[in-house]
């Protein structure tokens, strides 16, 4: 069945933004208790940061995933590069049940070291579907690379 390009974008928003509000019913209600008293590093963002920042970069995943779906030629690469999309996804809103649902610092940080990897593969096969795709996931990577520092560094210092 050959889905329509605007039902491909509706199944990616709901997608992306379902993994959002999936790690986000997780992390709202431990920002003013829990995650307030834990020792952070100096370059730890003000919270109110951290909602813009995953906003845009939420929205930037679902136009790049759309930019690749879309692509009929190599239709192997775009299916494992939307396998690859999910993982990522999936692996998105288990970090926030980790760390702010379960407190489970140390593992989270092992997690969102997995999900770096993910997302690292899924912008290289991006690259290879579409290139404007690919350069839309490296704020992502970058994104993400910043958080692994700030929960090694959070788990490190509230052992």
């Known amino acids: 069945m050959k889905i329509p390009n605007w039902g491909k974008a509706i199944i990616i ?3 992306t933004f379902g993994a959002g509000a999936l790690g986000s ?20 963002p003000p919270n109110w940061v951290f909602g813009p920042v995953w906003t845009l970069l939420y929205i930037m995943m679902g136009v790049a995933a759309f ?13 494992e590069a939307m396998q690859l999309n999910a993982t990522q ?14 407190h489970l610092l140390g593992i989270a940080y092992l997690e969102i070291i997995a999900l770096l ?3 690292i593969l899924t912008t290289r096969w991006y690259f290879k579907i ?15 690379a910043f958080a692994s520092f700030l929960n ?3 788990w490190l210092a509230n052992r």
């Open 25 to 44: 019913a997780f992390t709202f209600s431990q920002i003013p208790g829990w995650y307030a008293t834990l020792n952070k590093t100096v370059i730890s």
């Open 130 to 144: 579409n290139k404007v795709a690919g350069y839309m996931m490296l704020p992502y990577i970058v994104w993400v």
């Open 67 to 79: 930019l690749v779906w879309r692509e009929t030629k190599e239709k192997q690469i775009v299916k």
């Open 117 to 119: 990897v993910v997302i």
């Open 89 to 102: 996804l999936i692996l998105n809103a288990l970090w926030s049940i980790l760390f702010f649902g379960g």
């Open 13 to 15: 928003a709901a997608g």
């Open 152 to 154: 090694l560094f959070t």
